[in-house]
């Protein structure tokens, strides 16, 4: 039986602006067939076990005939495979949509067309640039520059297309600026009409170059403007000085790493989208339920004491999350505790517990174990029974200081941080080309799971490939084990909590912004 193809616009490449039924259908393929222009953070919404295929073109060279993409599609469904062709921008814009589709229709294969959000509006407007205007454009074209200027002869009637709207757009025309620029000033439009390209729109790559039509070719070839861009012709793109709000945000233009596990990225991720960088997850870790005997053992024995603890220290969120899992598969009950002082390192710890009815003892000091001991310095008194909930990696600093002290220390190992699953060659490919700006590291283990993932990958050495790259880390002992590592670490978190770490990024972003705008001074 033919399963099924759906032909998806994936956005511009911001992975956000893909719609709601391109996200949704991504997730139930069998297969993915993508292009260079869709986002690689949308391959990751992927099932397990789904095939991803990229087809992507590129102006020196293509990876596979529009041909060869229209039967692949064709041989796929009939396997009886759920597939989505996922292209860049709207797949009715420019995308050969109606190729594919028309063979898809031939096969009796059913299919549906997912609209996208075209880059021909939204990278305009991420420049601030609305290709419309009440008082400047009431009428957009939208044309295709990605032709030899034959063919572009050929396919666009000049005389009609230069004064036939406000506003122009031509897609993928960088290469062509000069000769597109030189038509349009021929056939009647002024060689002072104001031009913009904006290059690789909605991404932290995104670069804006503009110019006049008399002028524009020559700050191409001067900057070395690369595509893919979009091309902008009208008196809006003179908005751009008054409305250039993505390049006004603190991370803009910034590929930030986040390598914390899946499960605990979200607050990091989305900080870092709502401060206009781009996040690329990559977890490297993953916390699960105690694999050995004696740990679960452990684990048991404590819970069914829980009555003679005088203390309980939290140290972190893991922490907090599978003791109450240990405790609800146990079917022991929170009350059990009701003599002993609880006690949680930071915030974020403070409001797991919270979530969990318990109106925990804060440390305010460092949000580490030294910051623990430190705070309750002068109420440890020898004898008393401490419970220390912790993962197989935790530090044996804390347990060791109090045993020192005379206090009974129960450990109990109630989760295990493993090496996370799976590899990304698309990672590979941002590393190698300087596509990742700072890599952020929330654990230790974070740290040394990153690179053993990079050595898996087949990367012999990771140092020489993460030169150049910020070191972001958010407390002492995270930046010891990079540094030990060989890593360098230029970012340290002033206090251990995701908006010290956002801060510190920040603080990044405006220095690299005052460099290079006394550069382009001095220049």
């Known amino acids: 039986m033919a399963g099924k193809v759906f032909l998806v616009g994936a956005g511009p490449g911001d992975a956000r602006l893909i719609t709601v039924k391109g996200w949704e259908t991504i997730g139930k393929a069998d297969a993915v067939v993508y292009d260079r222009l869709a986002s690689p953070r949308l391959l990751k919404l992927m099932k397990p076990g789904a095939v991803k295929i990229y087809v992507g073109k590129r102006p020196d060279r293509h990876t596979m005939k529009q041909e060869e993409i229209n039967q692949l599609l064709v041989d796929m469904a009939l396997e009886g495979k759920v597939v989505v062709r996922l292209k860049g921008g709207d797949p009715t814009i420019f995308g050969r949509v109606g190729e594919e589709a028309e063979l898809l229709h031939k096969n009796g294969i059913p299919f ?3 609209p996208g959000v075209t880059a021909a509006i939204s990278v305009p ?32 009637h000049w005389d009609k297309v230069t004064n036939a709207t406000g506003t122009l757009v031509f897609m993928m025309g960088v290469a062509k600026i000069g000769y597109i620029s030189e038509q349009l000033i021929r056939h009647g439009r002024p060689a002072s009409t104001p031009v913009a390209l904006v290059r690789w729109g909605t991404r932290a790559e995104q670069d804006t170059i503009t110019g006049t039509l008399e002028d524009i070719e020559a700050k191409v070839i001067a900057a070395n403007f690369q595509p893919p861009a979009v091309i902008v012709v009208g008196d809006v793109v003179n908005q751009r000085e008054h409305l250039k709000w993505a390049e006004a945000m603190p991370l803009f233009g910034k590929r930030i790493l986040v390598t914390r596990a899946r499960s605990q ?26 694999t050995s005997e004696s740990a679960r053992q452990s684990v048991k024995d404590a819970l069914q004491v829980l009555n003679t603890f005088d203390w309980v220290f939290f140290t972190s969120v893991n922490g907090v999350e599978f003791f109450f899992r240990h405790l609800e ?10 003599q002993a002082r609880i006690s949680a390192v930071g ?18 000091g460092p949000f580490q174990a030294e910051g623990m001991l430190e705070a309750f310095e002068s109420e440890l008194k020898a004898g008393q029974n401490v419970l220390i909930p912790h993962g ?16 009974n220390v129960t450990e109990a190992i109630i989760y295990d941080t493993i090496l996370a699953g799976e ?10 080309e300087g596509g990742i700006h700072a890599v952020t590291f929330t654990s230790s283990s974070t740290v040394k799971n990153f690179l053993k993932m990079l050595e898996r990958m087949g990367v012999q050495n990771p140092l020489p490939l993460l030169k150049g790259i910020e070191v972001a880390c958010i407390g002492p002992v995270t930046a010891q084990t990079a540094e030990a590592a060989g890593l360098k670490v230029t970012m340290m978190a002033e206090e251990a909590t995701m908006t010290s770490l956002i801060d510190a990024l920040c ?17």
Do not use: C
């Not at 197989?392 to 206090?407: M, T, V, Y």
């Open 112 to 114: 549906e067309i997912v």
């Open 125 to 156: 407007a991420y420049a601030g640039i609305p290709v419309t205007h009440r008082d400047y454009a009431s009428s957009i074209s939208i044309i295709t520059g990605h032709e030899s200027p034959d063919k572009l002869d050929r396919s666009i």
């Open 265 to 290: 990225a979200s607050e990091l991720v989305n900080r870092i989208e709502e401060l206009g960088g781009e996040p690329y997850e990559f977890p490297v870790i993953e916390t699960v339920m105690p």
């Open 329 to 338: 598969n146990e079917g022991k009950d929170i009350r059990s505790l009701h």
């Open 347 to 364: 915030p974020s710890t403070a409001e797991a517990l919270r979530k969990h009815g318990i109106a925990p003892e804060v440390v305010k």
């Open 392 to 407: 197989d990696l935790a530090r044996s600093w804390l347990p060791e200081q109090l045993k020192e002290r005379g206090l």
């Open 423 to 432: 590899d990304d060659d698309e990672l590979l490919k941002l590393l190698e």
């Open 507 to 523: 603080e990044w972003k405006r220095k690299d912004s005052r460099e290079h705008a006394s550069e382009s001074v001095s220049q």
